[in-house]
């Protein structure tokens, strides 16, 4: 069993920047592939970014967000942050974590199913 504490959400003005932590408590968090995701009200959930576990943690976004997210992961901390720059209120949303704690193959993306969910944080973007 693996516990997802999301923190750092919050209220943020168009164009301004925050970062979100994501702490894992469970054994081996340094071999978990990680991910970002964000529900709207009345809309599906996104995947926003993913990292993999081994040693060059490789990243992934979708076309939405690249180049203004940023995933990154904190093996010695058990934690995974998502850095989003350039707001906007289209980005407003519940942001959720998960961890892949099976093995498995491909990229960490969209396509990959996360075994464990954080409780998720709110992100407003006011413009």
């Known amino acids: 069993q693996v516990q997802l504490v999301e923190s750092g959400g919050g209220l943020v003005q168009a164009g301004g920047s925050l970062r979100l932590s994501c702490a894992a408590l469970?054994?081996?968090?340094?071999?978990?592939?990680m991910g970002w995701f964000r529900q709207a009200p009345g809309k599906e959930r996104e995947f926003v970014a993913g990292?993999?576990?081994?040693?060059?943690?490789?990243?992934y976004y979708p076309d939405s967000v690249k180049g203004r997210f940023t995933i990154s992961r904190d093996n010695a901390r058990s934690t995974v942050y998502l850095q989003m720059n350039s707001r906007k209120p289209e980005d407003t949303a519940v942001y959720y974590c998960?961890?892949?704690?099976?093995?498995?193959?491909?990229?960490?993306?969209?396509?990959?199913?996360?075994?464990?969910w954080g409780q998720g944080t709110q992100v407003t973007v006011s413009s």
């Open positions: 998960a961890a892949r704690t099976r093995p498995y193959s491909g990229n960490v993306d969209q396509s990959l199913r996360f075994d464990f």
């Open positions: 469970g054994r081996t968090f340094s071999t978990y592939a």
């Open positions: 990292i993999s576990w081994t040693g060059s943690s490789t990243t």
